[in-house]
């Protein structure tokens, strides 16, 4: 028989015994080190496949430490996944338009990814050591993604809305919401990005992205509702050793006339390297002062454009003009949509007295656009134009070469007078309206009254509104005018002025 201790020693070693199997049996599907499963190791765990789920594994002193290192793992990847999805689908240069996305700006959206789920947990046998696995469905980050890109769709549609009704009582503001709507255009089209890095297929079944096409369109319609206007032509003065002009500018609302204050302007020529930036007074009035060392030789001629500061407007509208994605919307703003000539009067240059009358769908208006055209037209082939409202005169009866030379009889050598009057075409094209300028305008010599040119015509003048559609008209008018006139002004100018 058996002693007692013999048994007692022997139900120990079994104890011990069995312990040792067990815990080779705990080893047999996970790694020797640490007892630790096998999804520490591989970061992934045969429930949850990379196919279907993002998945991230942390470990620490203690549980929540480790959950709080395995989302953090998991967003780590998921970025990382991203960004070099991002960069092979962007690399590719852009056929046409603005391309907003990027893979930085893009990879903000993954911020704040939904909610991941604790899959996997493990502790060690003394308790000292935690392990976790988050898991991220990849078609819950796709479903997210997409529900922000249509929100943004739908943010960009109501800023569009907002932009299309300001502009005929407040054009300047509805040029910044529109251009607002490309800070939500770079978000949806980075969303947009990010879908289509994540899920292949999402093109084809996700939400439709914001229409750029649409999106440019609205932005012109806005460019074209805050007119830019010289009431006068570029002013040579004499100061400072003759090197100095005044440049007068201004903006105003396409449809109704009304002054645009605080609009920034842009005053710039290429060859020459000059830029001024101003922005518009209470009156819709802007002036700058150049000193132009280039025209100091008589006769000199610089051609400036005019449109917005650009980089301006787009501060203004909460966009960084750093950015290298809005380079487009700079441009845009930036191209000149108006030119003033700068011309140094030649030594006894001529000088053209402008009174022409002018008659808007049937109101007189006192700042005549087709005089403007003119003066600006006159003044670029040397010759220096005086306004109506520069000049001390008055006639009596109907205007005829005669009275009108006796009239202005030391005040120039040459004029130009006339009535032009516009009215609505009726037509629409495309959203267009259409205006017709008609008149007649009289090129005279003084003080003898000779007729140098006569034009009898009619032009035509297409806009966004009958405001626009009439001061296009009437430009035409000045430049058919023109075209005929000249020859005999330029016949008639005392020696010295420029043809």
Do not use: N
């Not at 004029?415 to 009215?423: D, E, I, K, P």
């Not at 034009?455 to 430049?479: I, M, V």
């Amino acid at each position: 028989m058996l002693s007692s201790g013999f048994l007692s020693r022997w139900g120990h070693h079994q104890a011990l015994l069995w312990a040792l199997l067990l815990g080779l049996a705990g080893t047999a599907c996970a790694p020797a080190r640490a007892g630790r499963p096998a999804w520490v190791v591989a970061r992934q765990s045969a429930e949850f496949p990379a196919t279907r789920f993002f998945t991230g594994v942390g470990q620490a002193d203690s549980a929540d430490e480790a959950e709080a290192r395995a989302r953090a793992d998991l967003q780590a990847r998921l970025v990382a996944e991203t960004r070099a999805r991002l960069e092979r689908l962007l690399a590719p240069a852009p056929a046409a338009g603005l391309r907003l996305a990027r893979p930085e700006a893009a990879l903000e959206l993954l911020a704040a990814p939904p909610p991941a789920q604790l899959a996997e947990r493990w502790q060690s046998a003394d308790g000292a050591r935690h392990a976790a696995l988050a898991a991220l469905e990849r078609t819950a980050l796709g479903a997210a993604l997409g529900a922000q890109v249509q929100a943004f769709a739908e943010q960009i549609e109501a800023a569009r809305r907002t932009a299309a009704g300001l502009l005929a009582a407040e054009p300047y503001p509805g040029l910044l919401h529109a251009l607002g709507a490309y800070a939500l255009l770079a978000q949806a089209q980075d969303a947009r990005a990010c879908l289509e890095a994540l899920s292949p297929d999402a093109p084809a079944g996700g939400p439709p992205g914001p229409d750029e096409a649409a999106l440019l369109q609205g932005l012109d319609r806005a460019l074209a509702a805050v007119e830019l206007f010289a009431p006068a032509q570029a002013a040579w003065r004499a100061g400072e050793e003759g090197r100095s002009a005044l440049l007068l500018a201004g903006a105003r609302a396409a449809s109704t006339g009304e002054a645009l204050p605080g609009v920034p302007l842009r005053f710039h020529a290429g060859p020459q390297g000059l830029t001024r930036v101003a922005r518009t007074d209470q009156a819709g009035l802007v002036s700058v002062e150049l000193d132009v060392a280039s025209l100091a030789t008589s006769g000199a001629r610089l051609e400036l454009g005019l449109g917005l500061d650009g980089r301006a407007a787009l501060e203004e509208a909460g966009l960084d003009p750093e950015d290298a994605r809005f380079a487009p919307l700079v441009a845009r703003l930036d191209a000149p949509r108006l030119r003033q000539a700068v011309s140094r009067p030649a030594s006894g240059g001529a000088r053209v007295a402008l009174l022409v009358a002018e008659l808007r769908s049937g109101k007189f208006q006192p700042d005549s656009r087709a005089a403007q055209a003119l003066a600006q037209a006159l003044a670029a082939r040397g010759l220096r134009t005086r306004a109506a409202a520069e000049l001390s005169f008055e006639l009596e009866g109907e205007p005829t070469p005669a009275r009108v030379a006796a009239a202005l009889a030391g005040q120039a050598e040459l004029a130009v007078y006339g009535v032009v009057q516009t009215s609505p075409d009726g037509r629409k094209l495309s959203g267009l309206a259409f205006a017709v300028a008609r008149g007649e305008l009289v090129a005279v010599r003084l003080p003898d009254g000779e007729v140098l040119g006569r034009y009898e015509g009619t032009a035509r003048g297409a806009g966004l509104d009958a405001g626009q559609a009439e001061g296009r008209a009437l430009e035409a008018f000045a430049r058919a005018a023109l075209a005929e006139l000249m020859p005999g002004l330029s016949r008639a100018a005392p020696a010295g002025a420029a043809p």
